[in-house]
Nanobody, 127 residues
Framework: VQLQASGGGLVQAGGSLRLSCAVS????????MAWYRQSPGTQRELVAS???????VYSGSVKGRFTISGVNAKNTVSLQMNSLKPEDTAVYYC??????????????????????WGKGTLVTVSS
């Protein structure tokens, strides 16, 4: 399983960017996906998450400005970021909580949940 994120870049304050993250591989279904971010000297924080049923959670600092969508469509999640502020500058990481399947020696299916991270993508918002 691999996560491929794209869409970071440089934008002026007030502008917009759209991040995308695609999950590739086989033998899994998606429980939820999320975007985290980390700026220098800070801990990685949750930006937004979405479950396979479409339930979303947003950080208070981005609520009303960012929208997370996708998951079931082509195993891809997107983060639409509007009204960007300089404090949104950070490396953004895609996270996927997957339900994977393996076969036991008796060919019975074994289900287990695994957390995957993509490489970060840098978002820089200039003032």
């Amino acid at each position: 399983v691999q996560l491929q994120a794209s869409g970071g870049g440089l934008v002026q304050a007030g502008g917009s960017l759209r991040l995308s993250c695609a999950v590739s591989g086989s033998g899994f279904s998606i429980n939820s996906m999320a975007w985290y971010r980390q700026s220098p000297g800070t801990q990685r924080e949750l930006v937004a998450s979405i479950t396979s049923s479409g339930r979303t959670v947003y950080s208070g600092s981005v609520k009303g400005r960012f929208t997370i969508s996708g998951v079931n469509a082509k195993n891809t999640v997107s983060l639409q970021m509007n009204s960007l502020k300089p404090e949104d500058t950070a490396v953004y990481y895609c996270n996927a909580d997957l339900r994977e399947t393996a076969l036991a020696l008796n060919n019975a299916p074994i289900f287990y949940d695994t957390d995957y991270w993509g490489k970060g993508t840098l978002v820089t918002v200039s003032s």
